[in-house]
């Protein structure tokens, strides 16, 4: 009788062992899963705003975007704030935004703000000894 109740016990208790493991495995691939979908939702609302970069061609530096936007303020260095309805498709000259100053902010209809300025690039001419 003693050999069945400790073969019924043994039982038990590796049941148990058995169902906490798989309990924690599943806890841990649940856990899992909503890091990356939570992860994979925050990178896509970074992807759907435009990304502004500056590009200097011709003698000219323009604001290249990687989706079109709409600039709705304009913070100058004086502290002047425009309110503004500027649509760039793509590219725009930084001069048509800036004007006569060196940098500004831009904000967006996204929400998103950018510093840009006038990029003064120099060209050095190598002469041979």
Do not use: R
């Amino acid at each position: 009788m003693k050999k069945g109740i400790s073969t019924i016990l043994g039982t038990a208790i590796f049941i148990q062992i058995l169902v906490v493991a798989l309990a924690l495995a599943v806890l841990l691939v649940v856990h899992q899963t909503a890091t990356t979908v939570k992860s994979e939702q925050n990178l896509h609302s970074l992807a759907q705003h435009a990304m502004i970069i500056e590009s200097y061609e011709n003698n000219q530096t323009y604001l290249v975007a990687t989706s079109p936007f709409v600039i709705t303020h304009v913070i100058y260095p004086n502290g002047t704030v425009t309110n503004d309805n500027i649509t760039v498709k793509y590219s725009i000259p930084a001069s048509k935004i800036l004007g006569k100053e060196k940098w500004a902010v831009i904000v967006t209809n996204e929400g998103t703000w950018f510093n840009i300025s006038v990029l003064n690039i120099t060209t050095i001419t190598l002469k041979p000894p």
